[in-house]
């Protein structure tokens, strides 16, 4: 495994909460421009490595790198820094305002007037636009507000929030959960035009083994804190990839 060659390379890492072993020597190679699929019963240690890869646990040991560098960070804001990012479960959107506010929070863009800024609203619109055409969303309108839409325009805004940065790797832990079909399909498309269209590697966790052999390039088992499988999906039968998370 060579980490120059790769996204993000993650060699040897542990984890324990007390007594606890999470994540036992984890090690794995993420491919520029690809989707690695994560896969493992409850416990298997998915969320502990997310979190880890995140910057909100430290490791007790193994090192992580990004583009060929080792890379340590001691918080979300410089995981975020050096290029990993993640988009939670259920991302903090602020119901009563719009999708393009929701996609600047934090980050307003504003024009200065001599002593005075003000939010620049036309070009925050026009650049929200400007991604989700990107990214092939034609479901999402910049001024919509979030109260209206489904589940899964929810997710696409949380994930075209997160993606805006152009981050080296993005993380993905279980974005299809609790959506309906029609929404499942929608962040499944949206998703695989991300793959096509932007340089950022993906990890997805997702229980959907189906979605997740379709949509990724790779699949990495995980039971009880370690890698039991890593491979293809197509040299993998779904049998192989149950009998390898039990
Ligand atoms: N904060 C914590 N304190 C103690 N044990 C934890 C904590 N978080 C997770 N664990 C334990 O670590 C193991 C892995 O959990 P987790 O990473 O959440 O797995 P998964 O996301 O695959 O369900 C489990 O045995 C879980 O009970
Ligand atoms: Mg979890």
Redesign the pocket.
């Known amino acids: 495994m060579n980490p120059d060659e790769n996204a993000l390379t993650v060699d040897g890492i542990s984890k324990s909460?007390?007594a606890?072993e999470?994540l036992t020597s984890v090690s794995f190679g993420l491919n520029q421009n690809s989707i690695l699929g994560l896969v493992?019963?409850?416990?298997?240690?998915?969320?502990?490595?997310l979190?880890i890869l995140n910057g909100y646990l430290q490791p007790d040991s193994g090192k992580i790198y990004i583009s060929g560098e080792e890379i340590s960070f001691r918080n979300p804001q410089e995981a975020f820094e050096a290029g990993i990012n993640m988009t939670y479960q259920y991302m903090a959107l602020v119901d009563s305002t719009t999708v393009w506010e929701n996609f600047f929070m934090g980050r307003e863009l504003t024009t200065r007037y001599g002593p005075l800024k003000t939010i620049n609203k036309n070009r925050m619109v026009e650049e929200v636009d400007n991604q989700l055409a990107k990214y092939g969303v034609d479901s999402l309108d910049p001024n919509d507000k979030v109260e209206d839409l489904t589940g899964g325009q929810k997710q696409i805004l949380s994930i075209s929030r997160s993606i805006a940065s152009e981050p080296e790797v993005l993380m993905l832990d279980e974005p299809l959960t609790e959506l309906s079909r029609g929404d499942r399909d929608l962040v499944v498309d949206f998703v695989r035009n991300l793959r096509k269209n932007s340089d950022t590697s993906i990890i997805l966790?997702s229980h959907d083994l189906d979605i997740v052999r379709e949509l990724v390039d790779e699949i990495m088992i995980?039971n009880q804190?370690k890698i039991t499988l890593s491979d293809r999906p197509a040299n993998l039968s779904t049998d192989t990839i149950v009998d390898c998370m039990m």
């Open positions: 909460y007390g606890v999470a493992g019963d409850n416990g298997a240690g998915k969320s502990t490595l979190k966790v995980l804190g």
